[in-house]
């Protein structure tokens, strides 16, 4: 008899981003029968609810805060994410401003076209950058069960390459493929990214409570 499916909120907006959580929550290369239970639904399927302000100095403070105001919210499990672009030569700039680096959330070319300005002056040996994720996981009281991070080095190219992927991504080079994010195939980049590092320390724990019955 097949096992009753378990609901969790990802909390993001971002359609991309979203998909690719999703992928992560169960990936074919490490199959689990527990972790395949859950379906989850991103925010943009709630058009009423609240935008959490993002004004955490952190990563992890805005992930905790995503997480745990949405899950009071709705009353439901919400796994969030709080990733984003760390440049050396900028002092770790855009941080946990990459969104809005330009100024308007979510504007990925205006955002790349900034940065590639900052960066103009700038040679290869000193263009090193990581992209950096923090996961946290609240439960419907909104208290945070589990967090998580992952992150993944490379350089920052001199213009956009390849038009997979979304954000940074065709401005991120990994050194060792010589291809951007936005070249690299889903399958090498969900192996690679900082979020899939993150998501591979996550699923231990979201295996543990679905074991005990707390997530499910």
Known sequence: ?????????????????????????????????????????????????????????????????????NARALGCWVLADDSGLSVDALDGAPGVHSARYAGMHGDDDANNRKLLDALKDVDDERRGAAFICTLALADPSGAIRLEANGACRGRITHKALGSHGFGYDPLFLIPEYHRSFGELSVLVKSQLSHRARAFAHLRPGLDRLIVTGELG
């Open 1 to 69: 008899m097949s096992q009753p499916e378990i609901g969790l909120i990802l909390g993001t907006r971002n359609r991309k981003k979203g998909i690719e959580m999703l992928e992560l929550l169960a990936p074919p290369w490490e199959p689990n029968p527990r972790l395949s239970r859950l379906v989850a639904k991103t925010l943009d399927e709630f058009p009423g609810l609240p935008e959490v302000d993002e004004d955490a100095p952190t990563f992890a403070g805005n992930a905790r805060k995503k997480a745990s105001e």
